[in-house]
């Protein structure tokens, strides 16, 4: 899988949002090369739709439903200190105007699926849970500890300091040399996600 950030691709299995910036889309960018290539996932930069953290993603969320017409599959991707549990998640959707017609959770636990409708539109949106109990560095961390069986704070600092003493330039150079198996451990929501995606468009 590849991601458009530039609004170039013709078509795109879904948009990705994020409730924590650039970082993200960086180690997404990573994980996604270890799926089907000729797939694509699109990044959108509008104003409007943009720049969201935490929960207040769902704002992003609705400006697609308001601009794009077609087919529509959203994928967001929260840190767990935002979402306390998926029925707090589901209110919010609520709060923003769309009505649940389904929701089926993905085997790790922490990816739900949701069919959906917000007017006359009808889409699904992903949940992609990060982080066990607060977000993404644990998942670096459970990565590292599984790889290199060593133990590092799930904190930006430490784990920027555990790259240097390695020689590792950035966290997208780290999950590349990574086998898909040791990632899709470390990585429970994100890459049940895209393994869905990749499945959906095959079908």
């Known amino acids: 899988m590849k991601i458009d950030t530039a609004g170039t691709a013709r078509e795109y299995v879904a948009f990705i949002l994020t409730g924590n910036g650039r970082q993200d889309i960086k180690i997404l960018e990573a994980i996604c090369e270890k799926y089907d290539h000729e797939r694509v996932l699109a990044y959108p930069k509008l104003p409007a739709i943009g720049g969201k953290t935490g929960l207040a993603v769902i704002d992003s969320a609705v400006g697609i439903f308001e601009h794009i017409h077609g087919e529509i599959v959203v994928l967001l991707l929260i840190d767990k200190e ?71 704070e799930p904190e930006k600092q430490a784990l920027r300091k555990w790259l240097r003493k390695r020689g590792r330039t950035s966290r997208k150079k780290l999950i590349r040399e990574i086998n898909i198996e040791t990632i899709e451990k470390a990585f429970p929501a994100l890459t049940d996600a895209l393994k869905f995606l990749v499945q959906r468009t095959r079908e």
């Open 82 to 152: 935002h979402v306390k549990d998926i029925d707090t998640f589901e209110k919010e959707l609520l709060v923003h105007g769309f009505r649940v017609l389904e929701k089926k959770p993905c085997s790790s636990g922490y990816c739900v699926m949701f069919i959906v409708s917000r007017g006359l539109k009808q889409g699904l949106i992903i949940l992609a849970i990060q982080g066990k109990d607060k977000n993404l560095e644990e998942n670096l961390s459970d990565l590292i500890y599984l790889r290199f069986r060593e133990k590092v």
